[in-house]
């Protein structure tokens, strides 16, 4: 009797963890592929069409520092860091002189980012060999899952938590609100506001760099390889809204769920589909993201609630 009913149970059982594993999967690659784009743009309101690009170096800077002899996760942070420092220099030297210009900022990063993808395939040509996916698998029923993928879904959490402290927690948080909210204000108080800029597109662009690194042993490493996730980047922080710390993690809980849904029903192309006509419909109806749902909800009046 204990048998078959354990036969009959754990079938649902595998389907479960299978769909929360799906689900996470999903959620982390829209986190990290979006994080570092939504930090420029909600901070700064920089649209970075550079992003895939910076992710693309992080991944070969990843490559070659592991493959050098640097143990992975060293690996990883370095890209990060090397990353961000491209990035402070990409500020200084070009994003500077196009605040408040949307189209012009738009034009320049899309025009570093050909750069960027057509140089790396100029110096290392169409591909390089990759890193092997690190500590294995498991088996749950039939199924084949991989630890690096669940590590993913916590690191992607582990990086909104310390995002929420950094910019809620700490000195620098608080001049960096304060010369989104207003700039002049910020800077008449003494903040030098040219500063925080440099120093926020830099830690998105580093962002973005961590990123191309955590997914370079899950992906080959070629000049294009921030393409792959530009589309779902691009798509969580538009239906997250203007607050990255409020939008971004709402928006990739509801994108990762239709996107594991569809992809594990109906396949890769359809989900992608699903996540643009979700996009459509969210900025219909709201057209300040999840995070202006949020706002407005937080702004009623006690009673109302």
């Known amino acids: ?42 901070m700064m309101g920089v649209i970075n069409l550079a992003h895939g690009e910076l992710m693309m170096l992080g991944a070969y800077i990843t490559v070659g520092a592991a493959r050098s002899g640097v143990p992975l996760p060293l690996a990883m942070l370095v890209a990060g860091a090397a990353v961000g420092l491209i990035g402070a220099i990409m500020e200084v030297l070009i994003v500077r002189r196009l605040y408040g210009r949307l189209l012009d900022s738009v034009a320049a990063t899309w025009a570093v980012g050909l750069i960027l993808s057509q140089g790396m395939l100029i110096l290392t040509g169409p591909s390089i060999q990759g890193v092997a996916s690190p500590l294995g698998s498991f088996r749950v029923g039939n199924t084949s899952y991989s630890w690096y993928r669940l590590l993913l879904g916590a690191v992607a ?20 609100r304060a010369t989104i909210q207003n700039p002049e204000i910020a800077r008449a108080l003494g903040v030098d506001t040219a500063r925080m800029y440099t120093v926020t597109f830099a830690l998105g662009s580093a962002l973005a760099g961590l990123a191309g690194g955590l997914y370079a042993p899950t992906a080959t490493v070629v000049p294009f390889f921030g393409t792959n996730f530009m589309v779902e980047a691009f798509v969580t922080v538009i239906v997250g ?65």
């Open 241 to 305: 809204g203007a607050n990255v710390l409020v939008g971004s993690p709402l928006a990739a809980a509801l994108l990762g769920a239709i996107n594991a849904f569809l992809a594990q029903t109906w396949g890769l192309y359809i989900a992608r589909v699903g996540l643009l006509v979700t996009t459509i419909i969210v900025i219909r109806v709201l057209p300040r993201g999840m995070s202006g749902l949020v706002d407005r909800w937080r702004l009623r009046p006690t009673g109302a609630r």
């Open 157 to 176: 959490l582990a990086l909104l938590v310390a995002l929420y402290l950094l910019f809620m927690r700490t000195r620098f948080g608080l001049r960096a």
């Open 1 to 42: 009797m204990l048998a078959r009913i354990a036969s009959e149970v754990r079938p649902v059982l595998d389907g479960v963890f299978n769909a929360f594993y799906q689900y996470q999967d999903s959620f982390a690659f829209l986190v990290l592929s979006a994080i570092g784009l939504a930090v420029i743009f909600g």
